[in-house]
């Protein structure tokens, strides 16, 4: 199959790209480098899929309409697997616009790519956070999500309501996927795992937002790209009978999906420190700190719609995937 795939650089889209090749599909990367953060880490990544049999890479930015439109036609790929993003909750309060852009402008122009260019099947990530601070755990694809609580998960939230009209309107099967936090090597630093180690390694103090009181359905990174792959590579969504579909948020009349993509056990966020002490061989210190704007205090991803769709078992316990991701930091950053 030949793919496009947005967000190639980033953590998700480099490993995905490198399991697809593995698969002999054929991916046209794309991803605009930009510097939200260090883009030779993105470099970095796309240095292992360079030099693989039927992989290219394009430096584009998805706000780009008529590159993307162009790009799409000249490429006409089977699927198109849309990661690029503007991620993380906490920067969209500082850099709103980043988030608009990208995330809203850029999913448009995605669509309409596909749209005008009659592409078979579109899959695109979407995140847990759409699910804000619902009280009911787990968190499931049938559940109404109608409370972001920050810029980044409304940004999400619209992207699946605009794929829905897609859907509707013309027809193009369209499927999200909700990522619960994905850790594991080539992780974001941005993100708790890379920054934590980070610390602990250099005897700095470790902020703990809501004083540790926090639960994240962690996700080690192959499990994550074995769903993404199952569903990219599996024949496209089909409506649902109206009947059936009803008013349930998971299910359309159009050929529109949501699943979770989670490891389907929280972690208390001091269980995770203290698994990645243990892995470093170095107590961390920690500074207590109250909750942040805009964070979700639990996560937990309800998969049983994607275990029993595509056969998706996450099988990756926080002790394997925390040894895993210690070993690439420590060779990484020396
Ligand atoms: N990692 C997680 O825990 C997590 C959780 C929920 C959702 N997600 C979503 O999964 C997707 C991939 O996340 P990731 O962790 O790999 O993030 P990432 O930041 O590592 O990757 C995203 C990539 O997209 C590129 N990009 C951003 N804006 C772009 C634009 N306008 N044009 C072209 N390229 C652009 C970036 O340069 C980056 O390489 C994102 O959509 C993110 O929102 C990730």
Redesign the pocket.
Known sequence: MKIVL????????ACTAGRLLDQGHEVTG?????D??DPQL?RDRLSLLFDRKGFQFVE????DSDALLELTSAEAPDRFLH?????GVRYSLENPRAYV??NLV?FANVLEACRQNRVAYLVY?????VYGNNPKVPFSEHDAVDHPLSL?AAS?RANELMAHSYAHLYELPVTGL??????GPWG?PD?APVKFARSIVRGEPIPVFNRGNHQRDFTYIDDIVDGVVRVTCDRPVSAELAQKAGDDPALSAAPFRIYNIGNGKPVQLMDFIATLEKHLGRKAQMEMLPVQAGDVLETWADCSDLERDYGYKPGTSLDEGIAHFVRWFREYYN
């Open positions: 947005t967000g190639v650089a980033g953590f998700i889209g794309l991803d605009n480098l930009n939200y953060y993105k584009q930015d998805v706000a990661l690029a993003a503007q991620a852009n990208a850029g990530a979407s995140s847990s956070s980044y999400k909700r990522f619960f936090t994905v850790y974001r993100m």
